[in-house]
């Protein structure tokens, strides 16, 4: 295909993209009942009981929302260097660095007072001489963001009036994201010029851009390269790849990303993230960045140890309820979790539970990340005490203060076998919180009776019967 109808194709494909996203916005309607809890009046109630999409862009910008500081982790940082005989640097401090002064002062600005583990290794490797390839992988919340920002910001050269950092974003809400750390950690370097390369910033054709540090999404990106020509990809100095995980589960993200990275120079510095590193990730990784050195910081493991894990039988969805009450009525939950498989049972739970008094808050995917965003953090401060969410809206959120969950529903994942790392995720804990925790399992059926039987048998792990009628025994279960 050539180039000129090639790039017609990707704005056709963002159009679409974009004109599915403002339906989303339209099908918005969420507001808090009565009792404050949060309730779906969504028009499209008809979608109400199918299983939530997962939508790997959202919960990252999620996260980054809602996360307030650096993700502990006490593993220790892999790192493989493309020339093993050159000395291992790290650094315990950001003065090590020799840092511009402007940048040094952003950095102490956002109250960074050292390095994060993934950024001791990351930085001196990337703003060695000459600049190194680097593949990083580490959980979300470690502080990549803040390490390529900083690598971008110290290659910049502010009298060049053309871009010379280039930055991929799945999406325009998570470039966005990264153009405000940008901006933050700039500061002090008001000379400095970020520009977004995402739809709906038009220019003005033939112009050429004159900042110096552009982010955007692949498509726009492509655009901006080549049929625009708003930027010469043979002055880009860094380039960064930023959640390649992200990245290549959106369709036609991947091609892009890498017709983009072969116009840039041989000397470029090319740079790429990830959360996670499964093979397709690796895989596109290795196209994308050449003679890469390799770091790699393990997600800090989560176990079961300290959970008492119970399974309560009921024969129908208002039976769990009931048996959810009497739980309530033995014994005193400080803030609760409890997952559904769909969004109308989540709802409906919602509704259910606020009728009986408790202060809701309901998560579910039709909200857009905001309004999650906003729910969660008011959960977190205790404004509400129980929160019934969707399985794959609540994936990968921590509040670290919820000691019982309730699974409504077992976690099953799209073929319908269980989802153990779902289930390990949502109750187990990491050696940080290693407090008491209770879990109970709600079945209603041979079908989750077998599911329930393979957790047990894949964690080795028994999960004890509850009789919710004798509140004796749940009494028993918080001492
Ligand atoms: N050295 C540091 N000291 C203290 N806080 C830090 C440091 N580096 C980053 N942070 C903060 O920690 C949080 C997570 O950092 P960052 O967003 O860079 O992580 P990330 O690994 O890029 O996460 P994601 O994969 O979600 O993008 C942010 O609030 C950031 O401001």
Known sequence: MATDSWALAVDEQEAAAESLSNLHLKEEKIKPDANGAVVKTNANAEKAD????????????????????????TNQVEVLQRDP?????????????????????????????????IQENALPLMLAEPPQNLIAQSQSGTGKTAAFVLAMLSQVEPA?????????????????????????????????????????????RGQKISEHIVIGTPGTVLDWCSKLKFIDPK????????????????????????RIQRMLPRNCQMLLFSATFEDSVWKFAQKVVPDP????????????????????LCNSRDEKFQALCNIYGAITIAQ???????????????????????????????????????????????????????????????????????????????????????????????????????????????????????????????IERLDTDDLDEIEKIAN
């Open 50 to 73: 199918e299983e939530e999409k997962e939508d790997r862009a959202a919960q990252s910008l999620l996260n980054k929302l809602i996360r307030s500081n650096l993700v502990d982790n």
């Open 85 to 117: 005989n050159s000395p291992l640097y790290s650094v315990k401090s950001f003065e090590e660095l020799r840092l511009k002064p402007q940048l040094l002062q952003g950095v102490y600005a956002m109250g960074f007072n050292r390095p994060s583990k």
């Open 160 to 204: 060049n009036r053309h871009p010379q950092c280039l930055c991929l974003s799945p999406t325009y809400e998570l470039a966005l994201q990264t153009g405000k750390v940008i901006e933050q950690m700039g500061k002090f370097y008001p000379e400095l010029k970020l520009a977004y390369a995402v739809r709906g910033n038009k220019l003005e």
């Open 235 to 258: 002055k880009i100095k860094v380039f960064v790849l930023d959640e390649a995980d992200v990245m290549i589960a959106t369709q036609g993200h991947q091609d892009q990303s890498i």
């Open 293 to 312: 050195n390799i770091i790699k910081l393990k997600r800090e493991e989560e176990t079961l140890d300290t959970i008492k894990q119970y399974y309560v």
């Open 336 to 462: 609760a979790m409890i997952f559904c498989h769909t969004r109308k049972t989540a709802s409906w739970l919602a509704a259910e539970l606020s009728k009986e008094g408790h202060q809701v808050a309901l998560l579910s995917g039709e909200m857009v990340v905001e309004q999650r965003a906003a729910v969660i953090e008011r959960f977190r401060e205790g404004k509400e005490k129980v929160l019934v969410t969707t399985n794959v809206c609540a994936r990968g959120i921590d509040v670290e203060q919820v000691s019982v969950v309730i699974n409504f529903d077992l976690p099953v994942d799209k073929d319908g076998n269980p989802d153990n790392e779902t289930y390990l995720h949502r109750i187990g804990r990491t050696g940080r919180f290693g407090k008491w925790g209770l879990a109970v399992n709600m079945v209603d059926s041979k079908h989750s009776m077998n599911i329930l039987n393979r957790i047990q048998e894949h964690f080795n792990k028994k």
